[in-house]
């Protein structure tokens, strides 16, 4: 039965509401390296990214250990939003963050089926750069919450899922945020 091991992308020098495509700062790339040092044992493992930025320079450290370069996934990337202006996109995401998934506009429906999907399809046990709500729909799915956000997922934190190719199954979650999403 694989393994995921989900890791949110270490803190950025924008929040999404402000840039949708930007890299890590200073803190983000610490992180980066400790979550790194901390899979180190488990691996080589397969590595998944999204194709932001953020996701990529996270998982950076632990392709150079491990020596083998990961395969970016755009299913795992972050939530697909059509609101260019900033102010507005940050309104949409808040509301987005508070709501159940069965009250979201339905190509979100399509965009979750597809995080789900990508993540069932692993054969292999695998770490996963991504983002805040694609780990939501991860555990949310694995434990039946339907729920956008059921959890706060801290940078560089690590949630552990088991599948069956059927069927996602939460081990833990990683580490909670402390501070404001947005």
């Not at 046990?125 to 996963?128: E, G, K």
């Not at 560089?156 to 939460?170: E, P, Q």
């Given at each position: 039965?694989?393994?995921?091991?989900?890791?949110?992308?270490?803190?950025?020098?924008?929040?999404?509401?402000?840039?949708?495509?930007?890299?890590?700062?200073?803190?983000?790339?610490?992180?980066?390296?400790?979550?790194?040092?901390?899979?180190?044992?488990l691996?080589?493992?397969?590595?998944?990214?999204?194709?932001?930025?953020?996701?990529?320079e996270?998982?950076?450290?632990?392709?150079?250990?491990?020596?083998?370069?990961?395969?970016?996934?755009?299913?795992i990337g972050?939530?697909p939003?059509?609101?260019?202006?900033?102010?507005a996109?940050?309104?949409w995401?808040?509301?987005?963050?508070?709501?159940?998934?069965?009250?979201?506009?339905?190509?979100?429906?399509?965009?979750?089926?597809?995080?789900?999907?990508?993540?069932?399809?692993?054969?292999e046990?695998?770490?996963?750069f991504?983002?805040?709500?694609?780990?939501?729909?991860a555990?949310g799915?694995a434990?039946?919450?339907?729920?956008v956000t059921?959890?706060?997922?801290?940078?560089?934190?690590?949630?552990?899922?088991?599948?069956?190719?059927?069927?996602?199954?939460?081990?833990?979650?990683?580490?909670?945020?402390?501070t404001p999403?947005?």
């Open positions: 039965m694989p393994r995921l091991y989900l890791v949110r992308h270490g803190r950025p020098t924008a929040t999404y509401s402000d840039a949708r495509d930007v890299g890590l700062d200073p803190i983000g790339v610490a992180q980066a390296e400790a979550v790194a040092a901390g899979l180190a044992p691996g080589p493992l397969v590595v998944l990214m999204s194709p932001l930025r953020r996701a990529r996270t998982a950076a450290p632990l392709e150079r250990t491990w020596g083998r370069p990961g395969t970016v996934e755009p299913a972050e939530i939003s059509s609101v260019a202006d900033p102010t996109r940050g309104a995401l808040r509301r987005i963050l508070q709501a159940r998934w069965g009250d979201v506009e339905p190509e979100l429906h399509a965009w979750r089926r597809g995080v789900v999907d990508a993540l069932l399809g692993l054969r046990s695998s770490v996963i991504t983002h805040y709500i694609a780990i939501n729909v555990a799915t434990t039946g919450d339907d729920r059921s959890f706060s997922p801290a940078h560089c934190s690590v949630t552990v899922v088991d599948t069956d190719g059927g069927a996602l199954r939460l081990l833990e979650r990683g580490g909670e945020a402390t999403f947005l």
